[in-house]
């Protein structure tokens, strides 16, 4: 996928059992809402129209990785994983989304120069305040 400067990246991990079932699960329930999805060793990637979602399973949980070109999609796509993982019975309910840099899931939240997100900071809304 072709990288731009504009672009938004975010990042979440979910302690969770089975977490390879889980996100194979995930992909099955998001089929219809994206564009193509493939495997890259551990790696699920699920492709939407201007963003992508990287699900990677370890032994000790799930993380979760958003990019895309505009918020509508980068919102849209973490709030339809967020609600698939929701409806998975061992899975937390809270998801903690922090900004992530150009490479998935090596920088915690900086570009690599230092700055957060490349200078676009998201402010993350709580569970609590979305109920």
Same mark, same amino acid.
Request: charged share 25%; glycine share 10%.
């Given at each position: 996928?072709?990288?731009?400067?504009? *672009?938004?990246?975010?990042?979440?991990?979910? /302690?969770? =059992?089975?977490?390879?079932?889980? #996100?194979?699960? $995930?992909?099955?329930? !998001?089929?219809?809402?994206?564009?193509?999805?493939?495997?890259?060793?551990?790696?699920?990637?699920?492709?939407?129209?201007?963003? *992508?979602?990287?699900?990677?399973?370890?032994? /000790?949980? =799930?993380?979760?990785?958003?990019? #895309?070109?505009? $918020?509508?999609?980068? !919102?849209?796509?973490?709030?339809?994983?967020?609600?698939?993982?929701?409806?998975?019975?061992?899975?937390?309910?809270?998801?903690?989304?922090?900004?992530?840099?150009?490479?998935?899931?090596?920088?915690?939240?900086?570009?690599? #120069?230092?700055?957060?997100?490349?200078?676009?900071?998201?402010?993350?809304?709580?569970?609590?305040?979305?109920?």
């Amino acid at each position: 996928m072709e990288q731009l400067a504009d *672009r938004f990246f975010s990042e979440a991990f979910v /302690s969770i =059992l089975n977490a390879t079932s889980v #996100a194979d699960l $995930l992909c099955e329930r !998001c089929r219809g809402h994206c564009l193509s999805m493939d495997r890259s060793g551990n790696d699920r990637r699920l492709l939407f129209e201007d963003g *992508r979602a990287i699900l990677r399973p370890s032994d /000790s949980g =799930l993380q979760m990785r958003v990019e #895309a070109g505009n $918020l509508v999609v980068f !919102c849209g796509v973490r709030m339809l994983l967020q609600g698939q993982l929701a409806t998975v019975p061992t899975a937390a309910r809270a998801v903690g989304w922090r900004p992530a840099g150009r490479e998935p899931f090596v920088d915690k939240g900086t570009d690599g #120069a230092g700055r957060a997100n490349g200078g676009r900071i998201l402010e993350e809304a709580s569970a609590a305040s979305l109920e």
